[in-house]
């Protein structure tokens, strides 16, 4: 679902940088082959992350959810000279298509994939996060959000996406939704957590912005 009417989107679209090339065969090549297309990233949202992700300079990214790649190397564009992002996927059936894109955009050296569940990979990683990005099950958002908060540097970001989900966070939720649920139980959780101070952006689907913080009275 889009939130904006299509001419402002489209408006915003034209007044983006546009995609590198390897971001846009990215791009066709996941509508043209992978499942649920619309997972990925894309254009607008693809170059928020760069920006974020040059605006923070991180270290270390973890990226929770890869997908076909397409977020994964839009944040990595920012790293830090020396810095890595370390991306988990459950589908192994991705692992050749994302492996075959980061080297085509040369990011090999800075860019480690890991297959798997990532309840279980991430606190297998002990590395301290600048920055989380949170975009898997949506089930699990809390369950990660738990997971990495003492694992990401004070002043340190955790971003969230899909948290408006189509708008459905702000109906009346169904019992048999869990998705939904989750995602209304997620953004109350940020909200109501004193360690970090928190922006919805209401781009795309929705992007929870969390910055922790020095110490609470930051
Ligand atoms: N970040 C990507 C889109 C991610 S789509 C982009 O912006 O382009 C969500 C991904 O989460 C899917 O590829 C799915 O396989 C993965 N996923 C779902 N459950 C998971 C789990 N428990 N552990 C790791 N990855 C999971
Ligand atoms: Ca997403």
């Given at each position: 679902?889009?939130?904006?009417?299509?001419?402002?989107?489209?408006?915003?679209?034209?007044?983006?940088?546009?995609?590198?090339?390897?971001?846009?065969?990215?791009?066709?090549?996941?509508?043209?082959?992978?499942?649920?297309?619309?997972?990925?990233?894309g254009?607008?949202?693809?170059?928020?992350?760069?920006?974020?992700?040059?605006?923070?300079?991180?270290?270390?990214?973890?990226?929770?959810?890869?997908?076909?790649?397409?977020?994964?190397?839009?944040?990595?564009?920012?790293?830090?000279?020396?810095?890595?992002?370390?991306?988990?996927?459950?589908?192994?059936?991705?692992?050749?298509?994302?492996?075959?894109?980061?080297?085509e955009?040369g990011?090999?050296?800075?860019?480690?994939?890991?297959?798997?569940?990532?309840?279980?990979?991430?606190?297998?990683?002990?590395?301290?996060?600048?920055?989380?990005?949170?975009?898997a099950?949506?089930?699990?958002?809390?369950?990660?959000?738990?997971?990495?908060?003492?694992?990401?540097?004070?002043?340190?970001?955790?971003?969230?996406?899909?948290?408006?989900?189509?708008?459905?966070?702000?109906?009346?939720?169904?019992?048999?939704?869990?998705?939904?649920?989750?995602?209304?139980?997620?953004?109350?959780?940020?909200?109501?957590?004193?360690?970090?101070?928190?922006?919805?952006?209401?781009?795309?689907?929705?992007?929870?912005?969390?910055?922790?913080?020095?110490?609470?009275?930051?």
């Amino acid at each position: 679902m889009d939130f904006l009417p299509e001419k402002i989107d489209a408006y915003a679209g034209r007044h983006t940088s546009p995609e590198s090339e390897v971001l846009a065969k990215l791009n066709r090549e996941t509508y043209a082959k992978v499942l649920i297309p619309r997972m990925l990233s894309g254009h607008i949202q693809g170059r928020m992350l760069s920006t974020f992700s040059y605006m923070i300079r991180p270290e270390r990214i973890l990226e929770i959810g890869t997908y076909t790649g397409y977020s994964a190397l839009c944040l990595a564009e920012g790293v830090a000279p020396g810095g890595f992002l370390h991306t988990i996927d459950i589908n192994e059936e991705l692992e050749d298509m994302v492996k075959r894109y980061i080297a085509e955009a040369g990011q090999q050296e800075r860019i480690k994939m890991h297959i798997g569940n990532a309840l279980e990979i991430v606190p297998t990683l002990s590395e301290n996060w600048d920055l989380v990005f949170i975009d898997a099950d949506k089930e699990n958002y809390s369950a990660y959000y738990d997971l990495v908060i003492d694992h990401v540097r004070p002043g340190g970001f955790i971003i969230a996406d899909n948290v408006l989900w189509s708008g459905k966070v702000t109906e009346p939720v169904d019992a048999k939704d869990e998705e939904t649920q989750a995602l209304v139980n997620f953004n109350k959780k940020v909200q109501d957590d004193d360690r970090v101070e928190n922006v919805l952006f209401p781009v795309r689907d929705g992007l929870m912005v969390c910055r922790v913080k020095q110490q609470v009275s930051d």
